[in-house]
């Protein structure tokens, strides 16, 4: 039986990954995000954490934000990789089964949610 989205989704993420010299590219989406959407922006990570193979900051967004915010990100991404998942409060089908990627897929360690380590 199909799940219904609307009754399982409580928000999104969208984590930008950056290499150090990608830093500034990923601090201009981080300021055009800041200017021209409503949504939380996590802390830099300048190294992995979690199951993040290599640098990023999280933006979280409300799921009626998603339909202008994902297709922003498309065309702004400057190259960058973004993973985008919902929140359901599983953290690994969040980010295994139900990812959407802009750019390359990233190995995610996903063995830390497999073994009840909490995430960032």
Do not use: C
């Not at 993040?52 to 202008?68: G, K, N, R, T, W």
């Amino acid at each position: 039986m199909p799940v219904a989205a609307k009754d399982l989704i409580r928000g999104y993420h969208a984590h930008i990954y950056y290499r150090p010299a990608t830093k500034a590219v990923a601090a201009e989406i981080r300021e055009q995000i800041a200017e021209n959407f409503d949504v939380r922006l996590g802390r830099w990570h300048d190294m992995p954490v979690g199951p993040h193979p290599i640098s990023m900051y999280q933006v979280a967004f409300d799921i009626a934000l998603f339909a202008e915010f994902v297709p922003w990100l498309m065309l702004n991404r400057q190259g960058l990789d973004i993973l985008v998942h919902p929140e359901t409060g599983d953290d690994l089908v969040d980010h295994r089964d139900n990812a959407l990627w802009l750019g390359s897929k990233l190995p995610l360690k996903l063995e830390m949610f497999e073994k009840g380590i909490a995430g960032p």
